[in-house]
């Protein structure tokens, strides 16, 4: 099976590099990133902060373009052939991201709007899914009325609404109280088993990629693929963690090894040369 | 796609004192006991005035009543009215699609605020009563100098409101509507107008006041019919009591009208003025 493989392969990355300019010169998000992820399979990608989990959210959702290399999700280029992917896609952030002059019901229907859903059933497939959420009777109720979980879900049912194949979300649970996001994360995960999606789950907790993930895959900085740990379920999570925590220690090592010997004399020359060779 | 039941549940309708908090209180009416204090006081002032000094500086209160209600009963002098207020709405109505347009295509193409840019400066630049004499020279027609001198008075602020209004969007909110791949025209609908609904409501508030004294100042100075030529005429034939009826209806017009803008504020959906979050 290759990475281009569509039968089974519902995302995949080639070879994907992303650097993004800045004052200080150019800052690399992702270096060559190549993986897959097979139709129907819950990914997590771990790692930490600034590792460019969320460029590869950003760029599977079509909002950035590679440097170099290539994507397809579902068979197409997410970010050239923006409308073939419309309603197939569908995302959760880290903040609910929802319009704040619009009610819970309306933010749910947004995608049905743009997909041009026919009005008859636009409120109703809405209020349904909200219903599933358990926010009946807040339809109505404007974001800022709502707690951070309720938003969350309301962003949760927009994501779901339109029953985009593949689902992305980043960070989507990570700053509800923990509580309310085990609980939602749970939902959540059943709710895309029952309905066969493709889940790219972006995260920094180990606990959270372990209990949620089919697979597993840890990026290093700077948006380096350091390991891939298959088939999850099943297998001993205490041996899971650690190993995911020697690849995420090793590779910070190695990164304060490469900051050293830059900040060495001669170093940044030294480095220089091995560019130019 | 089928999923069984509800999946997950919320604290039921205790979280209503989390709504209860989040709706932002609105301040009721008060009356300005202190202001109404003055303007009589001003009243009483000017009725001692009319006393000494002849009818055409201060004109006694009953007869400036007496205009005023003759003013508002006279067909002639309401077409009058209307001929203004019709002059204000449709000048700024039309600069306001103007300018925010062109200030939505500055917002969203940086080579469209380039070209703009050293334009709307000069406009800046050139006081408000040459283009009233510019105007004159240039075109032959009433409405269109009145049209011309309003767009160019209030074309900037409108451009401004919306400008800054579009790039104050949320990052955030732009990645989420558009990674449902929305076409433009849905972006327009769905974020962009509505995000500006608040901006443009003040600009609306700002160039009223503004649009009203240039349409007045244009029929004043070169306008054949409307309140400012009635202004003219007033002040042609020492009519104090008849410029002072016609200021008065000025003055309600733009009272009313921002009124009427307000009372659409509050209408507005209670998150409307969160729009601009931080990106």
Request: aromatic letters at 8%; hydrophobic letters at 45%; charged letters at 20%.
């Amino acid at each position: 099976m290759t990475l281009l493989d569509q039968d089974s392969n519902s995302i995949a990355f080639v070879d994907v590099s992303k650097t993004f300019p800045t004052a200080r010169g150019a800052v690399t998000a992702l270096e060559r990133l190549s993986f897959s992820i097979r139709r129907g399979e819950y990914a997590c990608i771990l790692g930490q902060s600034g590792c460019g989990k969320s460029t590869t959210a950003n760029l599977i959702l079509g909002l950035e373009r590679p440097t170099s290399g290539f994507i397809t999700v579902a068979g197409a280029d997410p970010a050239r052939e923006f409308a073939r992917l419309r309603g197939r896609l569908g995302s959760v952030f880290q903040s609910d991201r929802l319009l704040p002059w619009r009610t819970a019901i309306a933010n749910v229907r947004l995608p049905l709007e743009i997909l041009k859903i026919p009005e008859s059933s636009l409120t109703r497939r809405a209020a349904q899914w909200l219903k599933r959420l358990g926010l009946e009777g807040f339809e109505d109720s404007y974001p800022q009325q709502l707690s951070g979980g309720m938003r969350q879900r309301v962003a949760l049912a927009r994501a779901l609404v339109p029953e985009p194949e593949i689902l992305v979300l980043d960070e989507a649970f990570a700053h509800l109280d923990e509580v309310t996001s085990e609980r939602l994360r749970i939902d959540f995960h059943r709710l895309s088993k029952e309905t066969g999606k493709t889940v790219v789950h972006i995260t920094h907790s180990i606990e959270e990629a372990l209990m949620l993930g089919d697979r597993i895959f840890v990026l290093g900085k700077p948006g380096k693929l350091l390991a891939v740990i298959d088939d999850v379920v099943g297998k001993d999570r205490a041996e899971l963690r650690s190993d995911i925590l020697s690849h995420l220690q090793g590779a910070a090592r190695h990164a304060r090894k490469e900051r050293s010997s830059i900040d060495r004399p001669g170093g940044r020359a030294a480095i220089g040369e091995e560019w130019a060779t | 796609m089928s999923v069984g039941g509800p999946i997950a549940t919320v604290t039921g309708r205790g979280s209503s004192t989390a709504i209860d908090s989040a709706v932002p209180a609105r301040a009721g009416a008060t009356i300005n006991i202190e202001g109404i204090g003055v303007l009589l006081g001003l009243a009483v002032i000017w009725q001692i005035a009319s006393h000494y000094f002849p009818p055409f500086l201060f004109p006694p209160l009953r007869t400036i009543a007496a205009t005023l209600v003759s003013t508002l009963r006279d067909p002639a002098s309401l077409s009058t009215i209307g001929f203004t207020f019709v002059r204000i709405v449709i000048s700024l109505g039309m600069t306001f699609i103007l300018g925010s347009a062109l200030g939505i295509a500055a917002a969203l193409h940086s080579r469209t605020a380039r070209a703009l840019e050293p334009l709307i400066q000069l406009k800046q630049g050139v006081p408000g009563v040459c283009w009233i004499i510019f105007s004159i020279l240039w075109f032959k027609g009433m409405e269109t100098r009145i049209g011309f001198i309003v767009a160019i008075g209030t074309l900037p602020s409108f451009y401004y409101q919306a400008h800054d209004a579009v790039r104050g969007i949320s990052l955030d909110l732009w990645q989420m509507v558009r990674a449902w791949r929305p076409t433009r025209w849905q972006m327009l609908v769905k974020l962009i107008l509505p995000a500006l609904r608040p901006a443009l409501l003040t600009a609306w508030r700002i160039n009223l006041g503004g649009g009203t004294r240039m349409v007045i100042m244009a029929e004043l100075l070169a306008g054949v019919s409307g309140i400012g030529y009635q202004l003219r005429a007033a002040e042609e034939q020492f009519r104090m009591d008849a410029a002072i009826a016609w200021t008065v209806i000025l003055v309600a017009f733009v009272l009313i009208s921002d009124a009427i803008l307000k009372w659409v504020e509050r209408r507005l959906p209670i998150g409307a003025l969160a729009t601009q979050l931080t990106t």
